[in-house]
């Protein structure tokens, strides 16, 4: 095998463990929020429960009675339903996981959106220009909203929300696959913009991304989780697809690549003190803004 294939399938597997790791930690986010959700409902309903007995008492001590056991009451209900929570929430990730193992190998998803989704028409099935202003300097852009329609229609109507304001690029890749990785709002890689779309569009059917590609991120093997990461190919890169496909590659970058090359040069973040090739960029890398006509 030579250095080069091996590079690339090192970088193949970095790049599906990490992805990996996002998709643990969103199921944990969603798993704590319906914890909460269900413990804070439950202990509203019990102190209703409770003002209700107190205003209907007609002695004093009969209504501190009846709110003191119907606190305790409500105190005990709200620790058992957060344990069911916890249960159910556990139950219902590991269904999902089976679920997903067991189409892993299917083939490419049909078109499916969650949430508001631009409309294509967006689009407009032309040509787009604009810039992408860095921290360390501005890329000339062209997006192709011919062969790309939703990409470019989510990509221009976010640009045109300043969605992409302030927001810092979050990863970065050295090895086998060159990559900066941007659009997350939250800037940990598990951010988007409340919503999901697909399918791939667009994606090279020899997997070969040359340096300059515009393209979207996704979660591995899902075709319809695409929603505001995207990526700036700096370096020509063998991406290998998944049972998803490959990745849309809505546009180019026309000037100012050197800027992530000078970037990807400094490096990624140590990671407990090692060096790495695949994490957040040694240089926050800020987006200032993005333009588009």
Known sequence: MSASKRERDQARKRYEKW????VIRQR?????????????VIVVAAVVVAMVLANHSDEKKE????????????????????????????AAAASQASEEAE??????????????????????????????KLGQGTLGLQLDGKDAPQAVANFVTLAKKNFFNDTNCHRLTTSGIYVLQCGDPTGTGTGG??????????APTNNVYPAGTLAMARTGNDGNSMGSQFFIVYKDSTIP????????????????????TQIAA?????????PGTDGTPAETVTIKGVTVK
Do not use: C
């Open 19 to 22: 992805q990996a790791r996002q």
């Open 28 to 40: 944990k986010h969603r798993r704590n929020t319906i914890i909460g959700s269900v413990a804070g």
């Open 63 to 90: 209504t501190k009675e009846s709110l003191a056991a119907a606190m305790s009451e409500a105190s005990m209900s709200a620790s058992f339903a957060s344990e069911e929570a916890v249960e159910s929430a556990s």
């Open 103 to 132: 189409e892993s190998a299917a083939a490419s998803p049909s078109a499916s959106s969650t949430g508001e989704v631009p409309d294509k028409s967006v689009a407009q099935n032309r040509t787009w220009t604009g810039k992408l």
């Open 193 to 202: 913009p409340g919503y999901t779309w697909g399918p791939i569009e667009n």
């Open 241 to 260: 697809s998944d049972s998803a496909g490959g990745y849309t590659v809505f546009g180019k970058i026309t000037s100012g690549l050197d800027t992530v």
């Open 266 to 274: 400094k490096g990624v973040e140590p990671t407990n003190g090692t």
